[in-house]
């Protein structure tokens, strides 16, 4: 039974999955070497894209900022003064799949077992055990060959449908509620550029979660490290007693880290872990880079002088070898900041309730925008947008649950919309 007049409310599937399908064929992904923002330039042809339909649902208060963020707001439909919501995608994709010439392929009507790609690979349900409840469903896949970029363009064009269906039903009450489309989120950098005291909202919603009904109330608390290992290079004709080769200093250090635990291939639930992710350099200097990552914010001191001591031992193992250790504060544990403002969840929950539908609390394994915002001060709870094998060639969007998730977020902002100072 449902209670809201949302329910009855048609989301124009079709259109959510046309937005979609233009979405992700646009290659966002952003470039962790870059010293730029956006870090990649390609990004903005998706901002530019999103802006302009914004101003044609009708929308008149859109920004296209120099910095490629869109941040726009739906009018309020109702008078009084009502609490702002913002709601949060990014438009970049991982850089760590292939994202050039995405193909998607559209599996209507899908009827269960594996699901062949065009280059010859498979999307298993021995490898992903939820397709077992996907059947009859229309899921979007890509040719095998490029991540699909689910995430984030699932939430993407999940709150683009929302902010034209409110627009077209301006007798659902509601607030403002401020669209916002970041960059650079995959490299840690997505709020680096949003200015609160601009956004002036009570609460945010990053829709950019996993699966079906799930509300994100935890995530890591993260850190990375950059160790620098410098030796001395010579020509090796005249080498001896002479070069000093920073590889075997940093060969010997990612060698003594931990290999049968804390690691991302042996920890679930809520273990952490340390992650060397990239190893570059040469005989004068080599960088390794890693992830510290605990649901405990007190725990990433204890990883960071763990690998601050291996680091020490491994350039003194190559005598003439010097040894750096640089620890950047990315974000912290999302649970921490929103307890300040638990109607955040509670009405979230409330929203599925009333359309429904079944909804779960949640731990990340990982981290969103809404980490960061909620650390700043904006309570901002993660929702789930349909994506599912993230960051991979096998990578699927689910549409069904798309459109589950924009009938909630529109549920949502009517709760909020009660709200009346």
């Not at 509620?177 to 650079?184: A, G, P």
């Not at 599912?388 to 919309?417: C, K, Q």
Request: overall charge negative; proline content about 5%; charged content about 25%.
């Amino acid at each position: 039974m449902t209670d809201s007049p949302v329910a009855d409310l048609p989301i124009q599937t079709d259109r959510l999955l046309e937005r979609f399908l233009r979405y992700v064929r646009i290659d966002t992904a952003a470039d962790p070497h870059s010293d730029t923002y956006p870090s990649s330039s390609k990004q903005l042809e998706l901002g530019k894209i999103l802006a302009a339909e914004l101003r044609a649902m009708g929308i008149e208060d859109v920004d296209f900022t120099d910095d490629g963020l869109v941040i726009a707001t739906v009018p309020a439909s109702a008078p009084g003064e009502r609490p702002v919501v913002a709601v949060v995608a990014h438009v970049d994709t991982s850089p760590e799949a292939p994202s050039e010439n995405i193909t998607p392929q559209v599996v209507r009507d899908y009827p269960g077992g594996d699901i062949s790609l065009p280059n010859g690979s498979s999307i298993t349900v021995a490898g992903y055990p939820k397709l077992e409840k996907m059947v009859g469903q229309t899921l979007v896949t890509t040719d095998g060959n490029t991540l699909l970029g689910g995430d984030d363009k699932a939430g993407v064009a999940i709150i683009m449908e929302v902010a034209h269906t409110l627009m077209e039903h301006p007798e659902i009450p509601h607030g403002p509620v401020r669209v916002v489309m970041t960059c650079d989120e995959e490299i840690g950098h997505g709020t680096d550029k949003i200015d609160l005291s601009q956004l002036q909202a009570t609460v945010g919603y990053t829709i950019d979660g996993g699966g079906h009904g799930e509300i994100d109330v935890e995530t890591f608390s993260a850190d990375a490290v950059t160790v620098t290992f410098t030796g001395h290079n010579i020509h090796p004709a005249i080498a001896k007693d002479r070069m000093v080769n920073s590889i075997r200093a940093a060969s010997r250090f990612v060698d003594s880290l931990p290999l049968t635990e804390q690691t991302p291939e042996t920890t679930d639930g809520r273990d952490g872990f340390i992650h060397v992710h990239d190893v570059s350099g040469g005989v004068g200097e080599t960088r390794v880079e890693l992830l510290l990552r605990s649901f405990d914010s007190d725990r990433l001191e204890d990883y960071a002088t763990q690998v601050r001591e291996l680091a020490d031992a491994a350039a003194a193992a190559i005598p003439g070898t010097r040894v750096r250790c640089d620890v950047r504060r990315q974000y912290r544990n999302l649970g921490e900041g929103l307890a300040a403002l638990p109607e955040a969840v509670s009405l979230a929950e409330k929203a599925f309730g009333n359309l429904g539908l079944e909804c779960s609390r949640e731990i990340v394994r990982g981290g969103t925008d809404g980490s960061q915002l909620t650390e700043k001060g904006l309570p901002t709870p993660n929702l789930s947008s349909g994506q599912h094998n993230i960051h991979s060639v096998l990578e699927f969007a689910n549409l069904d649950e798309m459109r589950d998730s924009a009938r909630h977020l529109i549920e949502l902002l009517r709760l909020w919309g009660e709200k009346v100072s």
